[in-house]
C-alpha cells in the first residue's frame, strides 16, 4: 500500500469511537492504532486485537513465586537454622506449614503483581523516560484518536470519517 | 413471562422428600435403645472403638508413626484427647486415673449410646441448616444487591427472591429442630442439660449466656427479623411492579429496608452460629466463627442462584440473562470461595499456633476422626473453585459454572456437617443412608417451596429503576 495515505480521525465520546471502530474495519480499512486517555472496555475485542495472554504469564509467575517461597522458607526455618515453631518443635515442613502458608500467599501475590507489571512494560515497549508515542496531546485529556491508512481516496474517506462521528480529520503522507 | 413449574421437576422433588422422609424414619427407628446395642454397633463399624484410656493411646500413636514428637509435645496431646472424652463424657470429676475402671467404662458406654441417638438428630440438623443456609444467604447477597443499588443483578430479582422463600419454612423447621433438643429428645447440645453443667465450670462460666431461655428468645428474634425482612421486601417488590407511578418510591423503600437488614444480619448471623452450631462444643469458642458461617453461606447462595438461573435458561426462561450475568455470579462465586478460605484458615493457624488445650481439641478431634470430611473441604471449596474459575473465559460457560457450582454446594454440606458431627456423634459419623436420605428431603423441600415461589410472580422486576440498564448489561 506505498499509495496509501495515514488518517487521524479524533472522536469526543467511547462509545462514538467503539461503533466508528467497528465500522471502519467492517469497510476493510486497516486501523494502525487507537489512542483513549481511558481503557475503552470492549475495544479490543472491535479491533480484532488477539486476547491478551498476561493472565497465563500471571499465572506461572505466581506459581514460581510460590515455589520460591517454598524454598525460602523451608531453607531458613528448617534446614539452615532449625526453628522451634509455636512450641512444636517438630522440625518438619509440613508439619510447621499454617506458619508459612502467609508468607506463601504473599510472595505468590509479590511475585505475580510484580513481574506482571514488568512483562506489561516489556511487552508495551515502555521504560521510564520514553518519548510518548501519542501524535496529538489530547488523548490524555477528553480525545479519542484512530489512526488508519486509507488508499489514495481522501474525499470518500473523509466523509466516511464524518459520518461515523469524527470530529476532526486530518490527512498524513504516510511516514513509511 | 411467567414461569411454569415442571411436572417432572415437581415429581423428582416430590419423590426425592418421600425417600428421603423414609431414610430418616429408617434413622430413628434403627437407633440403638440400649448401651449394649451401642457397644455392638460401635464394635461392627469401621471407625473402631475410639474408647478411653491406653485404647485411645494407642489409636493416637499409631496414626502418628511416622511422625517424631517430643515428650513434652505427646503429653499435650493425651491431656487433649482426654478433655475430648472429658468433654463429651461429662465426666469431668471421675476422669482422673483414680476413676474405677468399671465407672469409667459405664460411662463410656452410656456416652456411646447418646451418640449412636445424635446420629439421626444431627443428619436431620445438618441438612435443615444447610438448605437454610443456602436460602439465608441468597436473601442476605439480595439485600447487598437493594441496599448499593446495584444496576447489574435486577434480571436475576426473581429468581434471588424465590430461593429466599425457604428462609421462613426452612427456619421453622431448624426452630423445631431446636426445640427437641431444649426438651431433651436428644443430646446434640450438651450444655441443655443440667447434670452436665454441674460438674463443668468452663460451661457454668458461660450461662449467663448459654442458657435455654436466652436461647429460644435469641432465636425467635432472629428468625422473626430475617422471616420479616423476606415477607416485605417480597410485597414492595412485587407493588413496584404494579404501580407505575410509585415505582421509584417502592424502590427507595426497600433500599432503606436491606440497609437496615444488613446491619441485623450481620450482627444475628454471628449470634445464630454462637447458638447454633458453636455451642454444640461448648467449651470451644472462636472470635471469627460468625463470619466463617456468613462466608459459607454466602458462596452457598450465590452459587445456587448460578446454578438455578442456569437451569431456568436451559428450559427457555429468563431470555434477558445474558453471559455477563452468569459471569459476574461466577466471580462471586471465585471470589467468597476464596474468602471462605481466608476466614478458614485464619481460624485454623491462630488455633494451631496458640495451642490452648480448649481451643485445640475442636481441630484435633476433627483431624483425627474427620480426615476425610475435614481435609476435602478445602479441594472442594478452595482448590477446585479457585483453579477451574481462575479463567475468564471458563466463568462464562454454562456448564463448567454448574459443574464448579455442585462441588462448591457439596463442599458448602460438608463444612455444616464438620461442625456439627464432631460433637454430637463423635467418631461414630458416617456419610449413609441417613445422612443422604436427610440431604435428600430437605433439597426436595427446597425445590419445591423455591420453583412454587418463583411461579407466583412474572420472572422479570420490570418497572424497577434500573431493569434497563440491568437487560443490557456487558462486559
Known amino acids: 500500500m506505498d499509495s496509501g495515505k495515514v488518517v487521524h480521525a479524533v472522536f469526543d465520546d467511547d462509545d462514538v469511537l467503539l461503533k466508528a471502530v467497528e465500522h471502519i474495519r467492517k469497510n476493510k480499512y486497516t486501523i494502525e492504532e487507537v489512542y483513549t486517555p481511558f481503557p475503552v472496555h470492549g475495544l479490543d475485542k472491535v479491533m480484532g486485537l488477539s486476547p491478551t495472554r498476561i493472565s497465563i504469564a500471571s499465572f506461572m509467575f505466581g506459581c514460581l513465586g510460590l515455589t520460591v517461597a517454598i524454598l525460602i522458607t523451608n531453607y531458613i526455618m528448617i534446614e539452615d537454622w532449625p526453628q522451634n515453631i509455636g512450641g512444636k518443635p517438630s522440625f518438619s515442613y509440613f508439619e510447621n506449614l499454617p506458619a508459612f502458608v502467609p508468607i506463601l500467599f504473599e510472595m505468590t ?50 466523509t466516511f470519517l464524518k459520518e461515523l462521528g469524527a470530529t476532526q480529520i486530518v490527512f498524513k503522507a504516510n511516514e513509511s | 413471562m411467567e414461569y411454569h413449574f415442571s411436572k417432572f421437576l415437581k415429581r423428582g422433588s416430590i419423590i426425592c422428600i418421600l425417600i428421603g422422609a423414609v431414610a430418616i424414619a429408617y434413622g430413628f427407628w434403627n437407633m440403638p435403645k440400649t448401651v449394649e446395642q451401642a457397644q455392638e454397633r460401635a464394635a461392627a463399624t469401621h471407625h473402631g472403638h475410639h474408647g478411653h484410656g491406653s485404647s485411645s493411646d494407642d489409636s493416637h500413636h499409631g496414626s502418628h508413626d511416622d511422625q517424631t514428637h517430643s515428650d513434652q509435645d505427646n503429653e499435650q496431646h493425651e491431656h487433649i484427647e482426654h478433655s475430648v472424652v472429658e468433654s463429651l463424657d461429662n465426666q469431668k470429676t471421675n476422669h482422673h486415673q483414680s476413676a474405677s475402671d468399671k465407672k469409667s467404662h459405664d460411662n463410656h458406654g452410656k456416652h456411646l449410646l447418646h451418640q449412636f441417638q445424635n446420629k439421626p438428630w444431627a443428619a436431620v440438623y445438618v441438612a435443615a441448616l444447610f ?25 436475576l430479582y426473581r429468581v434471588m427472591e424465590s430461593i429466599s422463600a425457604y428462609v421462613i419454612p426452612g427456619g421453622i423447621i431448624v426452630f423445631i429442630i431446636l426445640l427437641f433438643s431444649v426438651f431433651g429428645a436428644n443430646h446434640m447440645f450438651v450444655w441443655m442439660d443440667p447434670k452436665v453443667v454441674e460438674h463443668d465450670v468452663i460451661i457454668q462460666n458461660k450461662t449467663w449466656y448459654l442458657n435455654i431461655n436466652g436461647f429460644i428468645l435469641r432465636a425467635l428474634v432472629i428468625l422473626l427479623g430475617w422471616g420479616l425482612y423476606r415477607t416485605f421486601v417480597r410485597k414492595f417488590s412485587l407493588k413496584q411492579d404494579q404501580d407505575v407511578y410509585l415505582a421509584m418510591n417502592y424502590h427507595r423503600k426497600n433500599f432503606r ?65 445474558n453471559n455477563s450475568h ?29 495451642n490452648i488445650p480448649e481451643e485445640v481439641t475442636y481441630f484435633i478431634s476433627r483431624f483425627e476422626d474427620y480426615q476425610l470430611p475435614f481435609l476435602s473441604l478445602l479441594i472442594l471449596n478452595f482448590l477446585f473453585p479457585v483453579l477451574v474459575l481462575m479463567n475468564t473465559d471458563f466463568k462464562r460457560i454454562n456448564y463448567i459454572v454448574v ?69 443490557r448489561f456487558h462486559y
Not at chain 1, 138 to 154: A, C, G, Q, R
Not at chain 2, 131 to 155: E, N
Open chain 2, 257 to 321: 429496608l436491606s440497609a437496615g437488614f444488613l446491619v441485623f444480619y450481620i450482627l444475628s448471623v454471628s449470634v445464630m452460629s454462637w447458638d447454633w452450631l458453636m455451642s454444640i462444643d461448648p467449651h470451644w469458642f472462636s472470635t471469627l466463627f460468625g463470619w466463617y458461617v456468613f462466608a459459607s453461606m454466602f458462596v452457598s447462595g450465590i452459587t445456587v442462584i448460578a446454578i438455578m438461573t442456569i437451569y431456568l435458561k436451559s428450559r427457555g426462561y429468563l431470555e434477558f440473562v
Open chain 2, 403 to 471: 459443574v464448579t457450582g455442585i462441588v462448591i454446594v457439596i463442599g458448602h454440606y460438608l463444612d455444616v456437617f464438620n461442625m456439627v458431627m464432631p460433637g454430637t456423634v463423635g467418631d461414630q459419623w458416617s456419610l449413609g443412608f441417613v445422612e443422604i436420605g436427610a440431604f435428600a428431603f430437605f433439597l426436595g423441600l427446597f425445590i419445591l417451596i423455591v420453583f412454587r415461589s418463583l411461579e407466583k410472580a412474572p420472572l422479570l422486576a420490570k418497572k424497577d429503576p434500573f431493569t434497563e440498564e440491568s437487560k
Open chain 2, 326 to 354: 452468569i459471569h459476574d455470579l461466577a466471580k462471586f462465586m471465585f471470589g467468597i470461595s476464596i474468602f471462605w478460605t481466608y476466614l478458614w484458615f485464619s481460624q485454623y493457624m491462630l488455633i494451631w499456633y496458640s
Open chain 1, 109 to 158: 501475590v509479590f511475585f505475580a503483581a510484580h513481574l506482571m507489571v514488568i512483562t506489561f512494560y516489556l511487552r508495551s515497549k515502555l521504560w521510564p523516560f520514553k518519548k510518548a508515542e501519542n501524535p496529538i496531546k489530547e488523548t490524555t485529556d477528553d480525545k479519542f484518536l484512530v489512526v488508519l491508512e486509507t488508499p489514495d481516496d481522501s474525499s470518500k474517506t473523509k
Open chain 2, 131 to 155: 438448605f437454610f443456609f443456602i436460602a439465608l444467604g441468597t436473601l442476605a447477597f439480595y439485600a447487598v444487591q437493594r441496599a448499593s443499588q446495584a444496576g447489574w443483578p435486577i434480571v
